[in-house]
């Protein structure tokens, strides 16, 4: 995990300049930093001329959730996924729902230390299906996650990163290659957004999103936080469905959720349940097939229909299933082939939340 130079992880995904400073090339920043500076998320850290990863092996917390919380909705229902994360993040959103985690600079927030063995064992001795790397995103601590994936591969267990996409085309990659799904924030669909209120730019994220879609076998859904006033307007909407059903087509899952006034967006009201269905008409209008609604109850809106058919395939109650209308991952009315990934029959995890103490878990 370390060397006699450091006591942090050896990060990749960065080159030496011709002037000494060392360029992160992990995240579409390329951060320059001289010798003890740290990048824009703060983890990533010019050490010896070289970039260290200062939250390898430590986190803020794990979390036994179910599945459909990450949002997935189509990635083994009902099944149950440990969830975790570090500190820090690349975007600098004003509206973070996490941000006490995600902008903590504060390294003693990361209670648990776990190697990636542990980790790995851990799901399987709680008997999750998956491990979440969430609450913050993944891609600043990517050569982390990628350890814990290849523990988790090892032993039958899947990895889901929850991220915003924020990567380069130099990182994606390796880092992809070892996840089996992704629920990507696709916070909005205007460039004037993503620098505004994220400090960050759009091109990324959709070139993250294409490359997902068609040149990896991840499975991927995606998340809108609505703002009021921001990115919610009709005219978003349709542009932003247009280009999911155009650019990665109708089967991929859209997630619309509720923002609620939190960090730096106090002053806003919080997002009523009406724009989620308005959203969700307009996406489903332009072709996509699987359309929810999160962060509101709304039975109708959260369950998956048979685009054929139109019948009543998964109910979702929150995040507890009802009827489930599925043979494998066909329509049980019509035969029709539901994309995603589904068993025999649907997990039983249902709404439960288990914060989990990996020293307390005998392995």
């Known amino acids: ?197 994220c400090l960050g730019n759009l091109e990324p994220v959709l070139d993250t999103l294409k490359y997902l879609k068609h040149e990896t076998n991840v499975w991927i859904e995606l998340t809108t936080l609505l703002i009021p006033g921001e990115n919610d307007s009709n005219k978003e909407l349709n542009e932003l469905s247009e280009w999911v059903a155009k650019e990665l087509g109708c089967d991929v899952p859209l997630h619309f959720s509720a923002f609620h006034p939190d960090f730096k967006m106090r002053n806003y009201s919080p997002t009523p349940a009406s724009t989620l269905t308005r959203a969700r008409d307009i996406a489903i209008s332009k072709g996509i097939h699987y359309v929810f609604t999160v962060n509101v109850n709304d039975v109708e809106g959260g369950s998956t229909y048979c685009p054929k058919c139109k019948n009543l395939l998964i109910e979702r109650d929150w995040y507890a299933l009802g009827e489930y209308n599925l043979e494998g991952n066909r329509c049980s009315f019509c035969g029709f082939e539901i994309a995603g990934h589904f068993e025999t029959k649907p997990g039983t995890w249902g709404r439960k939340r288990m914060p989990v103490r990996l020293g307390d878990v005998s392995l």
Request: glycine content about 6%; proline content about 4%.
């Open 1 to 197: 995990m370390t060397d006699s130079k450091s006591t942090y992880f050896p990060g990749r995904y960065w080159h030496l300049l011709d002037d000494g400073r060392v360029q992160c090339d992990l995240c579409p920043r390329y951060c320059i930093l001289n010798e003890g500076q740290r990048g824009f998320c703060f983890v990533r850290m010019n050490e010896n001329n070289r970039i260290v990863l200062t939250t390898y092996g430590r986190s803020s917390g794990f979390c036994v959730d179910p599945i459909e919380k990450k949002p997935l909705n189509h990635f083994y229902p009902g099944s149950s996924i440990l969830s975790f994360g570090t500190a820090g993040c690349n975007l600098g959103c004003k509206f973070c729902q996490n941000w006490d985690i995600s902008k903590s600079k504060e390294m003693d927030r990361l209670a648990d230390t776990a190697s990636p063995e542990k980790i790995a064992e851990t799901a399987k001795r709680l008997e999750c299906k998956s491990v979440a790397f969430t609450y913050n995103d993944p891609v600043i601590f990517a050569e982390y996650a990628v350890d814990i994936a290849k523990a988790c591969h090892e032993i039958g267990i899947y990895t889901v990163a929850v991220t915003a996409g924020y990567i380069t085309e130099e990182a994606r990659g390796e880092f992809f290659s070892h996840m089996d799904a992704a629920n990507v924030d696709f916070k909005a669909f205007t460039q004037d957004f993503y620098k505004r209120l």
